[in-house]
């Protein structure tokens, strides 16, 4: 199918279209933080600012917190009630490191046993990607074979030519979707040959690189060098920000909570950075700082790609923009010495 | 001032009278610093002292086996008076390089004044009272504390007052009004607007707890949020137990915040919770005449008192 | 993505897999002042008869409003008017439990995770080792291994605890000690003056038991130093790292391999194990476990 | 099948309920000769006993609020009278910080509120919860943890 395109001015007026049948999501500023936000029906002044939310699009689909059922006690004991229907969303203006980054983690939710909560949201859901033409300083996509303004991770993808957004069907929902959507028009051969071009320089624009080569061998190498992780650790403060707005960590944490006889069942987000998410009991396998560092390094590096082949990071460069400290985790996979012949 | 630093910072490790160096080297970012924290004489030749050192280093003392020498602003020998106070560090095992501070750059400050996103900056730079923005080739200016943090223009201490080596030239408090604006406009509100406004900063919560692991105040070895029996509050975002978390948060370091703001610099979505604490500070203040972190030999707020005191709150 | 039509309620409710099911308590058997095992059966009679498990599988049980916590099913799956399991008194779940009486209600999940290898196991000779409550798993599959007791060859079972207050399952010990077709050696670090059976630490009482390590597979599961102690005496008596098992024990939310937490490497304990031979684990013991 | 619960109906008829925080040295044993020497005060006071007023940790009153208490009164032994000598005065600057902050975050002040009350004055107590109880009342039910509909909080929970 042919591509279609669309004037910026009238975004305002396709999302409201797509509002009759999704839940629709796009970029939005509340306190000078960017988030994936309900869609408002006017503003799309997101066009000019938007680089990336703060809160990475997962969210839409592994809240940061959710009710996984609630439960009450009567005469005959308890009594589970799942939440209510969700909706069908459509997220406008994902990036591609995004929307890799659910594929990746679509792994980890099918393995062995389907988690409905993810997945139901995921297959009921619809991505908009748009390419960023400006990346910023801190991405590193290109590491991690992604493009800026690529990708084949959503269904309909928008590229930036100027005053219209140039729009390609990338899967079958996406093709069913530009089928059903009116007000979009042809896109001539100079508007692809534009779009070309601007992929080309967005992609050319990530400066910032990774080697990531041989990197679970190199890491399993180094797993025990404690001197080398204590080192990389040293001006981690253990807080969440890297794990929980990252694209691809899906760690979560089950909790109940009873007020009023009334009983929910929460999952929420969690992080490998806090001591207490091993910690038993009796003891903590990760209680040292250096151990829950290596723990975040090798399971998106290490770990994850020897269970579902891909890194478990897609260069979106939130974890390095928002670090408190600057901890870079592009320098301390370059600096993840080389396999040397030394074997654990 | 940098060079003396690097060479002092030398010395102190050569001549074994510290163990570590905490200090800033570059970042990895354009106008950013990191914390640097070594047993490596080296790797003081990275160490640096420019407008952008905005972390409270007081914070990895704690955490730290040895002596410390430690590169210190005022806010921060504010914490490490107040780390005294505590018995968390002793005052010999630490040696003070003081720095002169007048003013960290707020790059979302700037961002505004520049109208561009921090990436798309040619070069920031502080000239006494000026600070010098380069974008597209052209050159903007602007009076300092239109870009500097809103802690920094309340900063009492801009030279620390506690220190073994100090480094330039003492520099004044800022002392500008503006630093408190935004409590004041809160309290104009009505108590409700005021709760309501509070209940909508602290939904966009994540726990991630950078608030709480970035301050020096916050030592505790198990907060109370991770208490399971009982469990206080639902170690889950949502905006009550957020809510909860921050006020007490904000009791517990009560007497020992200094202003020092990096709380809300290191809140990834951007609450301000300047406004908490700086609110606490000043009750301390207006209540019990305390300022933390000024003398070594003070007591700590919440394990003493005065037979005549705050009487007026109570029946 | 593809859009299906399944609506999100639907397919919460269709294969949800964090949802537990309700059982009843119907026993409960304090084993120590701060160990006690549950008898419950599921209040689903048409599941309570379907559901089917293997010796070495677990279950995340929750108390509702309190959580969920992972504990092995501790009986039998030869057995099965009932299901048991064990739990100590430690945290915020536990505490919970030992709070409930006879009729209370509890949710199960499960039962998750792999389970002793019981092809690899026939024919061959059994040797034992469990520490305190370590016991719970390995009873699963003592009984399991008694009750298809021409299966295998020699049963050595050697079982310890801190004192003779803290050995649990005393009902079973019993019985084990009467059978003539098991060697049993119980011990504890400190004894009393009523105290007739060994003591010392496992792992010195095992190294002096001194079973053969020809055609044999030890079991092992205990306090983690338990298990870092009984390998090296186990090595010392000629087992293999592939003729070690033992069952781990980490902090678990969803039980599933998704939330996180329980990994050793890539490794999920409560996916992969909670069952592994030490060959398996060998480079992690050290430094992650 | 149950109904997703509203937590917090508004009762027909509201009273208020409050919790109260009593060192068994003083205040404890004031409510206790309130009582028994017939002294009429309102009976909106869940009373909790604790060894000393020292003992409330802000956390408690926190906590108080959130299950919907819509006041906490902390009472203990005037200045200079505490049985273990000092831990009156150390509530007194933790309660004080406690009282300040919650009102500058738009919590009424009625809703904590703090005495000394000795043994011996069971009529202070009496008129003490009467006042306080009145205070409540009159700033109405405690909504500012109820669950709101459509807030922020509930779109970032379904996401």
Redesign the interface.
């Known amino acids: 199918m042919a591509s279609k395109k669309i004037n910026k001015k009238d975004i305002a007026k396709l999302l409201n279209q797509w509002s009759r049948d999704f839940a629709v999501f796009a970029p939005s500023r509340e306190s000078g933080v960017a988030t994936m936000a309900r869609w408002g029906g006017k503003d799309t002044g997101f066009l000019d600012w938007y680089r990336n939310t703060v809160v990475a699009p997962k969210a839409n689909f592994l809240p940061q917190m959710e009710e996984?059922?609630r439960?009450q006690?009567d005469g005959e004991?308890?009594h589970?009630e799942?939440?209510?229907?969700?909706e069908?969303q459509l997220i406008f203006g994902i990036r591609p490191c995004d929307a890799r980054a659910?594929a990746i983690i679509d792994a980890?939710?099918k393995?062995?046993?389907?988690?409905?909560?993810y997945?139901?949201?995921?297959?009921?859901?619809?991505?908009i990607g748009l390419g960023c033409t400006s990346p910023g300083e801190s991405c590193f996509c290109t590491s991690l074979g992604i493009s800026p303004a690529e990708s084949n991770d959503v269904?309909l993808m928008l590229t930036d030519i100027g005053n219209e957004l140039l729009a390609e069907a990338v899967?079958?929902?996406g093709k069913?979707l530009i089928a059903k959507t009116s007000g979009l028009k042809a896109a001539t051969r100079n508007d692809e040959a534009r779009a070309k071009e601007v992929k080309k320089t967005a992609h050319n624009k990530v400066t910032r690189k990774i080697n990531a080569e041989g990197i679970v061998e190199r890491l399993l190498a180094c797993?025990?060098d404690q001197g080398f992780w204590e080192k990389v650790a040293a001006k981690c403060i253990s807080c969440g920000i890297c794990t929980l707005l990252c694209p691809t960590c899906?760690?979560?944490?089950?909790?109940?909570?009873?007020i009023k006889q009334q009983?929910t069942?929460f999952?929420s987000l969690?992080s490998?950075a806090f001591p207490v998410?091993?910690?038993?009991?009796?003891?903590n396998?990760?209680a040292e700082k250096w151990?829950r560092v290596r723990?975040k390094v090798?399971?998106k590096y290490?770990?994850?790609p020897?269970?579902f082949k891909d890194i478990a990071c897609t260069g979106c460069g939130r974890c390095v923009r928002l670090c408190p400290v600057n901890w870079d985790i592009t320098q301390v996979i370059n600096s993840v010495p080389a396999k040397t012949g030394v074997k654990? | 001032m940098e060079q003396k630093l690097r060479n002092e910072a030398r010395a102190l490790l050569e001549q074994g009278k510290v163990d570590w160096i905490i200090g800033f080297e570059p970042g990895s970012l354009k106008f950013t610093t990191t914390p640097l924290i070594t047993k490596d004489k080296n790797d003081t030749e990275r160490l640096v002292i420019n407008p952008f050192i905005t972390n409270n280093l007081a914070n990895f003392l704690t955490g730290i086996k040895g002596r410390v020498g430690i590169v210190t602003k005022g806010c921060e020998s504010r914490s490490i008076v107040s780390l005294i106070q505590d018995n968390k560090v002793a005052r010999g095992d630490v040696v003070i390089l003081g720095v002169p501070c007048p003013g960290i750059i707020d790059l979302s400050k700037v961002e505004k004044l520049a109208g561009k996103h921090r990436d798309e900056l040619d070069d920031i730079t502080r000239e006494k009272d000026r600070v010098i923005i380069k974008v597209d080739g052209k050159t903007k200016e602007f009076p300092a504390t239109q870009a500097i943090f809103d802690h920094c223009l309340a900063c009492e201490l801009p030279t620390p007052k506690e220190y073994d080596i100090l480094l330039g030239e003492p520099t004044p408090p800022i002392a500008s009004p503006a630093a408190q604006e935004n409590i004041k406009k809160l309290k104009q509100m009505a108590p409700e607007e005021r709760w309501a406004f509070w209940e909508k900063e602290l939904a966009r919560c994540t726990r991630c707890y950078a608030c709480r692991n970035v301050c020096p105040a916050c030592f505790c070895q198990r907060c109370f949020v991770e208490e399971?029996?009982p469990?206080w509050v639902l170690p889950a975002p949502r905006w009550q137990d957020n809510l909860i978390f921050q006020i007490i948060r904000n009791i517990h370091v009560a007497g020992r915040c200094t202003d020092c703001g990096e709380c809300e610099r290191a809140c990834p979505v951007k609450i301000p919770l300047r406004s908490l604490t700086r609110e606490m500070y000043d009750i301390v203040g207006e209540l019990f005449q305390f300022k933390s972190g000024m003398d070594k030999d003070a007591l700590p707020l919440l394990t003493h008192y005065a037979e005549q005191e705050a009487e007026d709150l109570f029946r | 993505?593809?859009?299906?039509n399944?609506?999100?309620?639907q397919?919460?409710?269709?294969?949800?897999?964090?949802?537990?099911h309700?059982a009843?308590i119907e026993k409960i058997i304090e084993e120590t002042p701060n160990i006690r095992t549950f008898h419950f059966n599921f209040?689903d009679k048409k599941l309570q008869k379907d559901f089917s498990f293997e010796s070495g599988q677990f279950g995340e049980y929750?108390?509702?409003?309190?959580?969920?916590a992972p504990f092995c099913i501790s009986s039998s799956p030869t057995r099965r008017h009932h299901l048991e399991f064990t739990a100590q008194r430690?945290?915020?779940v536990?505490?919970a439990l030992h709070r409930l009486g006879v009729g209370a209600?509890i949710?199960f999940r499960g039962a998750y995770g792999n389970s002793f290898p019981l092809d690899f196991l026939k024919g061959k000779n059994l040797v034992f080792v469990g520490g305190g409550i370590g016991l719970a798993p390995l009873r699963s599959l003592i009984w399991n291994v008694i009750d298809n007791r021409g299966k295998y060859k020699d049963i050595d079972i050697i079982y310890g605890a801190r004192t003779p207050a803290d050995l649990c399952f005393k009902y079973d010990l019993d019985i084990w000690g009467r059978d003539k077709t098991i060697k049993f050696i119980t011990t504890v670090d400190r004894g009393d003056e009523s105290w007739k059976g060994k003591t010392g630490v496992v792992p010195k009482i095992l190294e002096e038991a001194a079973p053969s390590a020809k055609n044999a597979v030890a079991i092992v599961c205990g306090?983690?130093v338990m298990i870092r102690f009984t390998f090296p005496v186990l090595t010392k008596l000629g087992f293999t790292p592939e003729q070690m098992l033992t069952t781990l024990?980490?902090?678990m939310?969803?039980g599933?391999?998704?939330?996180?937490?329980?990994?050793i490497?890539?490794i999920f304990v409560c996916?992969d194990g909670p069952v592994f031979s030490y060959e398996q684990i060998k480079?992690f013991v050290?430094?992650?476990? | 099948m149950i109904k997703w619960l509203d937590f917090m109906k508004p009762e027909t008829e509201w009273e208020p309920k409050l919790v109260g925080f009593l060192c068994r040295w003083c205040s404890y044993a004031g409510a206790d000769l309130a009582g028994t020497s017939r002294k009429k005060y309102p009976a909106n006071v869940r009373i909790i006993k604790v060894p000393c007023s020292g003992r409330v940790d802000p956390l408690f009153i926190l906590k108080a609020l959130r299950l919907g208490f819509d006041g906490v009164l902390v009472s203990g032994c005037h200045p200079g009278e505490c049985h273990y000598q000092t831990g009156n005065y150390r509530a007194r600057r933790r309660i004080a910080i406690t009282k300040r902050f919650l009102e500058y975050l738009g919590v009424a002040p009625e809703r904590l509120q703090a005495s000394w009350v000795s043994a011996s004055e069971g009529g202070k107590f009496a008129d003490v919860v009467t006042e306080v109880t009145r205070g409540v009342k009159e700033v109405g039910p405690n909504q500012l943890f109820a669950e709101r509909q459509g807030d922020g909080a509930e779109a970032k929970k379904r996401g």
């Open positions: 996984m059922f439960f006690k004991g308890y589970i799942l939440p209510p229907d969700g069908k659910l980890n939710f393995d062995l046993y389907q988690d409905p909560y997945l139901s949201r995921r297959n009921n859901a619809v991505l269904d899967s079958a929902a069913k797993f025990d899906y760690c979560f944490d089950i909790n109940d909570e009873l009983g069942r999952r969690d490998c998410y091993t910690k038993m009991p009796m003891e396998p990760r151990k723990q090798c399971h290490g770990f994850f020897m269970s654990k | 399971t029996e469990q | 993505m593809t859009t299906t399944i609506s999100p309620s397919f919460l409710a269709q294969d949800n897999v964090y949802l537990p309700i009843v209040k929750s108390v509702f409003g309190i959580g969920e430690v945290g915020r536990t505490n209600e949710g306090p983690p024990e980490k902090r939310k969803c599933i391999g998704k939330c996180g937490r329980c990994n490497g890539n996916r480079g050290s430094s992650e476990y």
